[in-house]
């Protein structure tokens, strides 16, 4: 560890003004860098929804699951752990685990001592960077060796990183004490069923105390697993995170049953990911033609859900060596031979100092958009629209239609914006030339938006949108995004009630399927 | 008989090398393989072969005909 880690303490890092920061980013990412906006039924002040006081004020400002904090704090994921104690219809072994990660990614595989190196040379470059997650490729805690050094070495060097780990859970109660004595902030599993029988169809087999396990009986060990890890966890208040893959026919009406049991026991946040399968990833299920569900079926399910407890819709499904804001990836500038070279200067100062900054940034757009929520008090109506929004964080709109790689998805209605999701899309237009094929799949990930809200747009893909009948809105360029969506959605009723124009439901939308792999 | 692992197929994920009841197992070039003199088919200890039985990817971990059959030394 020592020789490998070699941190020079040198020449003081300059602060670089948050905007600054933001720009390089944009420039690195070709301008894809926008961040999630928070959970989703925390759309509201009171965001403490049924949560027990004591874990709302661990969640309340966690970088990852604060519905405000996550545009300002980065994570990254190490790629320590690659074997895995199972089986997924969704997975092929020979890419990441596809339960944290898009399926059909390989990283790069680290030891724990170049998984150090690593965040300390993230921590130095990205100041916000305060979350570190083992995540894959394999299953964490089906390498425990790996993952707890990590831990404790991370642990060691950078104690003010908070660590996280995402897992199967078959393995989960036989670690569950190493976890709370390494300080783990927060444990996500991710949990599909809780019936054998469609666990039969999910899982092919186990490998559990040298055996291997096939069918119900293996579906039946891991379900038993996996909550009996949970409850161990949330009775050490460690917080919890369920991720449930959404497998039309085989596990969507079935979830809202795994929703029930996981909040039973205590898990704060419920995540609802899309299947993503296609036959050139090899898996069973690409193979077999099972497919993913519509952008109108996955709300449906997260909203048949909501009412139980917080659904998380920023999850981007990202991969297990990921770096940045969510939504973001740098790992192309932290490859293992870059990072060797780097002159690593891990400043807990600085960072702290850094990190005030971000935080009052925050502050002051959390109290600008709570002036905004209140516009649409004194009318009554039963429309809810979509809208897209191009940014690139912040809570603002500020993205260029053409550079947006994606959407965040508001749900409009006289009770407010609620951010419902997002929508990946492949780059409209490259370097400023608008690309023509692009454009029509740009509009079937929006197609169930009545509006897209853009920093700016071009004449051509302006005519299609309306076309298509999405109204490009670009008069809030650089305001923040809820009030200005409430403001348009104020003018939109306006419109509808004098008769100029006619309110008509949009058609569903596709979720973009293919690995996220950052050109 | 010992087994082996087809080298084209495997991963690396590495799951198998702690499994082996015999220390068998371990990396080279970028895959891992079976010391044949040391695997025991895992005679002994489990019931199945703990490399088959973890491994991901079917018909990677097999039985290596050109190996003599492993005989408990007396
Ligand atoms: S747990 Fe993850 S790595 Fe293991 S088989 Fe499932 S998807 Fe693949
Ligand atoms: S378990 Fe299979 S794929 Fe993984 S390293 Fe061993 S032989 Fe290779
Ligand atoms: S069969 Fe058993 S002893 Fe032989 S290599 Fe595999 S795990 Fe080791």
Sequence with gaps: ?519 | MAYKIVKSQCTACAACEPECPNNAIREKDGTFIIKPEKCTECIGYFDDPQCVAVCPVENTCIIDAACPRYQATA
């Excluded at chain 1, 917080?239 to 497998?247: D, F, H, Q, Y």
């Excluded at chain 1, 850094?354 to 929520?373: C, W």
Aim: aromatic share 6%; net charge neutral; glycine share 10%.
């Design chain 1, 1 to 519: 560890m020592r020789q490998a880690i070699d941190v020079s303490i040198g020449g003081v890092q300059e602060m670089k003004p948050l905007d600054k920061v933001m720009q390089k980013m944009a420039e690195h990412k070709g301008c894809g860098m926008s961040a999630g906006s928070g959970k989703a039924s925390c759309g509201s002040a009171a965001g403490q929804g049924d949560l027990a006081p004591e874990v709302w004020e661990k969640v309340k400002n966690h970088p990852c699951y604060s519905e405000e904090a996550h545009h300002h704090y980065a994570r990254m994921h190490v790629a320590v752990a690659p074997s895995c104690n199972m089986q997924c219809n969704y997975c092929n072994r020979k890419y990441d685990c596809a339960n944290e990660s898009r399926p059909g990614v390989v990283s790069e595989k680290l030891t724990p001592q170049q998984a150090v190196r690593k965040v300390l040379a993230v921590a130095s470059a990205i100041p916000q960077m305060t979350v570190l997650g083992i995540a894959g490729p394999g299953d964490p805690l089906a390498n425990p060796e790996k993952t707890f050094k990590t831990f404790e070495l991370i642990s060691k060097v950078a104690p003010d990183i908070k660590l996280c780990l995402s897992t199967n859970g078959l393995a989960l109660p036989d670690h569950v004490d190493t976890i709370k004595n390494l300080n783990v902030d927060h444990v996500t599993i991710t949990i599909n069923m809780i019936d054998p029988e469609v666990g039969a169809e999910i899982y092919p087999w186990i490998f559990y105390k040298h055996r291997r396990i096939k069918g119900r009986e293996a579906a039946k060990i891991l379900a038993e697993r996996q909550l009996q890890g949970l409850d161990m966890l949330t009775e050490r208040g460690i917080l919890c995170k369920v991720n449930s893959v959404m497998i039309p026919g085989i596990n969507d009406r079935h979830l809202v049953d795994v929703n029930k049991a996981v909040k039973s026991r205590g898990a704060f946040l419920h995540n609802i990911m899309p299947l993503i399968s296609s036959p050139e990833h090899g898996t069973v299920f690409g193979l077999t033609g099972q497919r993913g569900p519509s952008a109108q079926e996955l709300k449906g399910l997260q909203d048949s859900c909501e009412g139980q407890m917080n659904m998380m819709r920023h999850c981007r499904q990202c991969r297990a060596d990921a770096v940045g804001l969510l939504g973001e990836d740098r790992s192309a500038e932290f490859t293992t031979e870059k990072i060797m070279e780097m002159d690593v200067n891990y400043d807990a100062d600085t960072r702290k100092a850094y990190q005030q900054m971000v935080e009052q940034e925050r502050r002051s757009k959390v109290a600008a958009r709570q002036g905004g929520l209140s516009q649409v008090t004194g009318e009554t109506s039963d429309i809810r629209v979509l809208v897209a929004v191009a940014t690139q964080g912040l809570g603002r709109i500020n993205e260029h239609f053409g550079h947006a790689r994606e959407f965040q998805v508001y749900e409009l209605s006289t009770g407010g914006a609620k951010f419902v999701g997002h929508r990946r899309v492949d780059l409209y237009c490259r370097g400023g030339y608008g690309e023509k094929d692009s454009l029509p799949t740009v509009i079937r990930a929006i197609n169930d938006c009545h509006a897209v809200f853009v920093a700016k747009i071009g004449g051509c893909p302006r005519g299609e949108l309306i076309q298509a009948g999405i109204e490009p809105v670009d008069r809030y360029a650089h305001e923040f995004i809820e009030q200005s969506a409430i403001a348009w959605f104020k003018g939109y009723l306006d419109r509808v009630k004098r008769a100029e124009i006619r309110h008509t439901a949009r058609g569903d939308a596709d979720i973009r399927q293919g690995a996220y792999v950052v050109a």
